[in-house]
């Protein structure tokens, strides 16, 4: 059994997004973190800070979208969706994963909220390396971890989306650009963007 805890509009997406791309059953439970006082305690005892995505699978509880998505992809191998150790490019797979959750993610909400900061005193660095990185990381390879499509685009592709189209703290770079229209051709994702909007906010 397989329980995906999930608000909205929110960092959860890409999990929605990873979760209809592996084709597995699963439950949704929606999460209010837009109430007065964000989610219910109780949600606790599942994530420890109130915040979404997380997922109980057999009694198994994994919460940050990282770790969700490495331990989903390898539980999951049928899907193809993570090069196996070994592979070429397992390095770019771990090394986009982790970075668009402890790079990408705190740049845009920095951005949004125009948090000033000295880039060197801050482990996630600046707006303008982040851009550059992505951009030549995205002319060089189709994909981000290399020549297909792997979990990780479930990632980085639901943070460049946010970022450009959502909220406007990426710029609408040509290889961003071009990136997502590879990303929105997937009907995982069209299937995703449908049944996020469908919930209530």
């Not at 710029?171 to 929105?184: I, K, Q």
């Given at each position: 059994?397989?329980?995906?805890?999930?608000?909205?509009?929110?960092?959860?997406?890409?999990?929605?997004?990873?979760?209809?791309?592996?084709?597995?059953?699963?439950?949704?439970?929606?999460?209010?973190?837009?109430?007065?006082?964000?989610?219910?305690?109780?949600?606790?005892?599942?994530?420890?800070?109130?915040?979404?995505?997380?997922?109980?699978h057999d009694g198994t509880v994994v919460t940050e979208r990282a770790a969700i998505c490495l331990y989903l992809a390898e539980r999951f191998p049928e899907a193809g969706l993570a090069p196996?150790?070994?592979?070429?490019?397992?390095?770019?797979?771990?090394?986009?994963?982790?970075?668009?959750?402890?790079?990408?993610?705190?740049?845009?909400?920095?951005?949004?909220?125009?948090?000033?900061?000295?880039?060197?005193?801050?482990?996630?660095?600046?707006?303008?390396?982040?851009?550059?990185?992505?951009?030549?990381?995205?002319?060089?390879?189709?994909?981000?971890?290399?020549?297909?499509?792997?979990?990780?685009?479930?990632?980085?592709?639901?943070?460049?989306?946010?970022?450009?189209?959502?909220?406007?703290?990426?710029?609408?770079?040509?290889?961003?650009?071009?990136?997502?229209?590879?990303?929105?051709?997937?009907?995982?994702?069209?299937?995703?963007?449908?049944?996020?909007?469908?919930?209530?906010?």
């Amino acid at each position: 059994m397989l329980t995906f805890y999930h608000s909205p509009q929110s960092r959860s997406f890409s999990i929605l997004w990873l979760l209809e791309e592996l084709g597995q059953p699963y439950e949704m439970k929606l999460v209010d973190i837009r109430a007065k006082d964000g989610a219910p305690e109780s949600y606790r005892s599942i994530q420890p800070h109130k915040k979404v995505p997380a997922i109980v699978h057999d009694g198994t509880v994994v919460t940050e979208r990282a770790a969700i998505c490495l331990y989903l992809a390898e539980r999951f191998p049928e899907a193809g969706l993570a090069p196996a150790i070994g592979d070429a490019d397992r390095a770019a797979f771990l090394t986009a994963l982790v970075y668009t959750d402890a790079v990408l993610d705190p740049i845009i909400a920095a951005k949004v909220h125009n948090f000033a900061y000295e880039a060197r005193g801050f482990s996630f660095g600046s707006h303008a390396d982040t851009v550059a990185n992505l951009e030549k990381r995205l002319t060089a390879h189709p994909y981000a971890a290399g020549e297909r499509f792997t979990a990780a685009d479930t990632q980085l592709g639901s943070g460049i989306h946010f970022g450009m189209n959502i909220i406007g703290a990426l710029p609408r770079l040509p290889v961003f650009e071009a990136y997502m229209e590879r990303m929105l051709a997937r009907p995982a994702l069209q299937q995703t963007i449908a049944k996020d909007d469908a919930l209530p906010v």
